[in-house]
């Protein structure tokens, strides 16, 4: 499938594989629609994409408050068109506590990381459907795979974007709409470089986002990279619990509690 003229809304733009997509999406010709909290990187975004002979358009939003994400969407469609592609990129990670239980912490991961998902799907979907025709994608994670000591809350939230993805894919089979499902492993970013621990196969945002607009190209259903780190999650699924709770005891206490 070709970019050319199509539009894509891409939420997370401000920063990491969000900011990397709209690049590559505009650099094929998409007209992109940027969305994120930050105004300030997304009009630095726009210019750039403008720069270089494309088409970018943003709307300030913080994904996790449905009237924003619903402005900033109307907004995009008023200034470029009605949206062709949904990347729902925006998503953030912090550490499950259970002493103490950072509750706050793990409520306001899963309303922008699966909250933020479905917000996007609504702001998109009604005019996908009247035009019969269109492309929902949801940048997810490798961590969906398996529940992951001191990664609970970031683990379920992204488990639950795949399972609602999956289950949009096969409610709108028969509509013309698309559904793809990205699960990317160790991506270097804003939310990965404050890791104190060994990521392995980390992989550079731009080389990730040349891979997930390859994959949108192709309308794949899930697409999971890279494939060692897609292999090794396969593999911890099958690991008794002892194994995993020894593997990850180091990386447990080596992260600051809130308030220490």
């Known amino acids: 499938m070709s970019f050319a003229d199509r539009i894509a809304f891409i939420t997370g733009a401000s920063s990491g594989i969000g900011w990397e997509v709209a690049k590559e999406l505009a650099r094929q010709g998409c007209k992109v629609g940027l969305v994120a909290r930050r105004q300030e ?24 408050d449905r009237k924003q994400v619903q402005s900033a969407f109307r ?5 470029l068109g009605p949206c062709d592609l949904l990347v729902a990129n925006a998503g953030v990670g912090v550490p499950s506590f259970i002493e103490p239980f950072n509750i706050a912490d793990v409520e306001r991961m899963i309303r922008v990381n699966l909250f933020g998902v479905i917000y996007a799907v609504e702001a998109v979907l009604p005019a996908m459907l009247r035009r019969g ?14 529940g992951l000591p001191v990664e609970s809350g970031y683990c379920a939230s992204k488990a639950a974007v795949n399972t ?6 096969i409610q ?19 939310m990965t470089e404050v890791n104190q621990f060994h990521m392995p196969w980390l992989m ?11 994959a949108l190209a192709r309308r794949k259903k899930v697409y999971n990279f ?3 780190t897609t292999l090794l999650m396969k593999v ?10 020894q593997a990850m005891a180091g990386y447990d206490k080596s992260l600051p509690r809130p308030g220490a």
């Not at 630095?44 to 270089?52: C, F, G, S, W, Y």
């Not at 025709?133 to 398996?146: E, F, N, P, T």
């Not at 550079?204 to 390859?214: F, G, L, P, S």
């Not at 911890?236 to 709770?245: E, M, Q, S, Y």
């Open 41 to 64: 990187a997304l009009e630095k975004l726009a210019d750039e994409i403008a720069t270089h002979g494309g088409v970018a358009a943003s709307a300030p939003a913080d994904v996790s």
């Open 75 to 79: 907004e995009l469609a008023d200034r």
């Open 133 to 146: 025709s269109g492309h929902l994608a949801a940048v997810s994670s490798l961590a969906a795979y398996k």
């Open 164 to 169: 609602y993805m999956e289950s949009l894919r």
């Open 172 to 190: 709108l089979r028969y509509r013309g709409i698309h559904v793809t499902t990205i699960c990317p492993g160790f991506v270097r970013t804003p």
């Open 204 to 214: 550079e945002a731009d080389e990730a986002a040349r891979r997930i607009v390859r």
């Open 226 to 228: 890279p494939w060692q």
């Open 236 to 245: 911890t699924r099958w690991l008794p619990d002892w194994v995993i709770a």
